[in-house]
Nanobody, 126 residues
């Protein structure tokens, strides 16, 4: 089991930046692929980004490619999502997730991951 706690959400103007953090505890952090998903009001949850357990492979949804960056710090058992050039359509609850298996971004996009945090709200005003 792994426990995930997100932080860093808030209100930001369009064009601004936020950095989300996800602190992991429990089983060895380095064993997990990590990811970020989001769910906007009235919409289904969608994949945002994922990073391999080594941190050497990343995947992004087309909607955030070039604006968001996922990274991880094994020493701090933390994964980050740097969000730049934010748009009102990025408004959502953002969830951190972990998976013991290494798959492609398209797999995570279809199937999600094994473990989930409770989410942090990001609101982008126009």
């Amino acid at each position: 089991q792994v426990q995930l706690v997100e932080s860093g959400g808030g209100l930001v103007q369009a064009g601004g930046s936020l950095r989300l953090s996800c602190a992991a505890s429990g089983r060895t952090f380095a064993s997990y692929a990590m990811g970020w998903f989001r769910q906007a009001p009235g919409k289904e949850r969608e994949f945002v980004a994922a990073i391999s357990w080594r941190g050497d492979t990343t995947y992004y949804a087309d909607s955030v490619k070039g604006r968001f960056t996922i990274s991880r710090d094994h020493g701090k058992n933390t994964v980050y999502l740097q969000m730049d050039s934010l748009k009102p359509e990025d408004t959502a609850v953002y969830y951190c997730a972990a998976d013991l298996s290494e798959y492609s971004g398209s797999y995570y996009e279809r199937h999600g991951m094994d473990y989930w945090g409770k989410g942090t709200l990001v609101t982008v005003s126009s």
